[in-house]
């Protein structure tokens, strides 16, 4: 007997309304479930298609808090992990 294939859920929160912790977790769960391969095909694209959404904005997010970061520490990047105590 086989399974029966999974129906994508509509997702509730639109990309832009998620935090960057909300949005790896959506996107890590989205791997997850196309690793198993329970989706129909339509599925299976609606959640490829969320996934890269949520790649590219969680990009965004991380570029923005890089940029932050540059702006609050001048044009070089600090390494914390190689400063001394």
């Given amino acids: ?9 509509t997702p509730e929160i639109p990309v832009e309304e998620l935090s960057y ?7 890590e769960g989205i791997v ?4 198993t391969g329970d989706h129909a095909l339509e599925a299976s694209l609606a959640l490829y298609e969320r996934g890269q959404q949520l790649v590219r ?17 001048g044009e070089d990047l600090v390494d914390f992990s190689q400063q001394s105590e």
């Fill in 57 to 73: 904005y969680c990009e965004k997010l991380l570029e923005q808090a890089e940029l932050k970061i540059q702006s609050l520490s």
């Fill in 32 to 35: 997850a479930g196309l690793e």
């Fill in 1 to 9: 007997m086989t399974k029966p294939l999974s129906i994508m859920p």
């Fill in 21 to 27: 912790e909300q949005a790896l977790a959506e996107l």
